[in-house]
């Protein structure tokens, strides 16, 4: 158990609907990251907060959003669903990073979105 | 920039024989290297990282990671295979060089591991 949490497991919705992703990262840990996970596209890093604020973003959509809450647990927004959007997207959190310093990224276990 | 090749989508080995997992970097700075493991249904759970210092790494349930500078590699390796280490395996390398904390991850390599 690598201590982040991520509701809920499995999601299952249409087109053109909204969701939400929750993760609550392992204790003391100030950065979230959110990524994508399909079969033909890998592993995709979305985007990165730390401490309430976005710190890095990478393939994410214009449909798709998150932030981070003063208690640290993360929101992925998704919206205008797509059949394509359907994957595993994962909550990974580390520890803080300044100076270089490398930090571990701690996975949750993921939520299986399916879009019909 | 940096990347992470990994070059076999798949390994087959027998229980009991040695396995390396292979992964390649390109980094502009220092790397720093990352082995994750996936089980079926389940999010990717370190194993271990190279960051500096001796270039055999030993990580979680037994495995272990060489790095090879002039090589520019990073082999997972573990000298006894069980069936349950079938998975999929994940490198990943981030740059010191680079503006970005984020490490960018290969496609991965599905292990099995046969009776």
């Known amino acids: 158990d690598s201590g982040v949490t991520q509701t809920p497991k499995h999601l299952i919705t249409a087109t053109g609907q909204r969701v939400t992703l929750r993760c609550s990262p392992r204790s003391g840990d100030l950065s979230v990251y959110w990524y994508q996970q399909s079969l033909d596209q890998g592993l995709q890093f979305l985007i990165q907060y730390y401490n309430g604020e976005e710190r890095a973003k990478g393939n994410i959509l214009e449909r798709f959003s998150a932030q981070q809450f003063p208690d640290l647990h993360s929101e992925l927004n998704l919206s205008s669903l797509e059949l394509g959007d359907s994957a595993l997207y994962f909550c990974?959190?580390?520890?803080?990073?300044?100076?270089?310093?490398?930090?571990?990224?701690?996975f949750g276990p993921g939520t299986r979105l399916t879009v019909l | 920039a940096q990347s992470v090749a990994q070059p076999e989508d798949q390994v087959n080995v027998a229980e009991g024989n040695p396995l390396t997992v292979k992964c390649t970097y390109s980094?502009?700075?220092?790397?720093?290297l990352f082995w994750y493991v996936q089980y079926p249904n389940r999010g990717l759970q370190f194993l271990l990282k190279?960051?500096?210092?001796?270039?055999l790494v030993k990580g979680s349930y037994g495995f272990e990671a060489e790095f090879n500078k002039s090589q520019t590699s990073f082999h997972l390796k573990k000298p006894s295979a069980l069936v349950s280490d079938s998975a999929l395996y994940f490198c990943?390398?981030?740059?010191?060089?680079?503006?970005?904390?984020?490490?960018?991850f290969g496609r991965g390599t599905s292990l099995i591991v046969h009776p």
């Open positions: 190279y960051i500096t210092g001796d270039n």
């Open positions: 980094v502009s700075g220092n790397p720093y």
């Open positions: 990974a959190s580390s520890s803080l990073l300044v100076g270089g310093r490398v930090d571990t990224q701690y």
């Open positions: 990943a390398v981030r740059d010191d060089g680079g503006g970005s904390y984020i490490p960018t």
